[in-house]
C-alpha cells in the first residue's frame, strides 16, 4: 500500500466532510442549525468561553454525523440485505447522532437562551415604554 503525504491526508478528509454534507440531509440542517447559532452568538456578543463551548458542541454534532455516515457506508457495503445485527449497528450509530444533538440543544440554551431572554424583555420594555 502507497503511503500517502500529510498534504493527500488533508484532501482525503475534506473529501469526506464534503461528501457527508453532499448526501446527508441531517448533517445539513446540522450546518443550518450551527449558522443561525453563530449569527445570535455574534449577535447577542456570547463571550470566548461560551464561544468555545458552542464550538466543540457543535464540531461534536458533525464529527458523530460524519461516523454515522461511515457506519451506514460500512454496512450497507457488508451486506444489502437485511440482518438484525447490521440494524443493531446502525440504529445505535444514529441514536449517537441523537444524544450529540440533544446535547447540543441543551448547551445552546443554557449559552444562548437567558440572553436571548434578556433582550427579548429588553424590547418588551422599551415598546411599553414608548
Known sequence: MQKINRVQSFQYAFTGMWYTLKTQRNAQIHVGIGTIIII?????QINLTEWAIIILTSGFVIATEMLN???EGA???ASTDYHPQIK???DVAAGAVLVSAIT???????ILGPKLIA???HLILLRSLS
Do not use: C, N, P, R
Open 104 to 110: 447540543a440543544v441543551a448547551v445552546g440554551l443554557m
Open 75 to 77: 454496512m450497507d457495503f
Open 40 to 44: 445570535l452568538g455574534l449577535f447577542l
Open 88 to 90: 443493531i449497528v446502525k
Open 119 to 121: 433582550w427579548l424583555l
Open 69 to 71: 455516515t461511515a457506519i
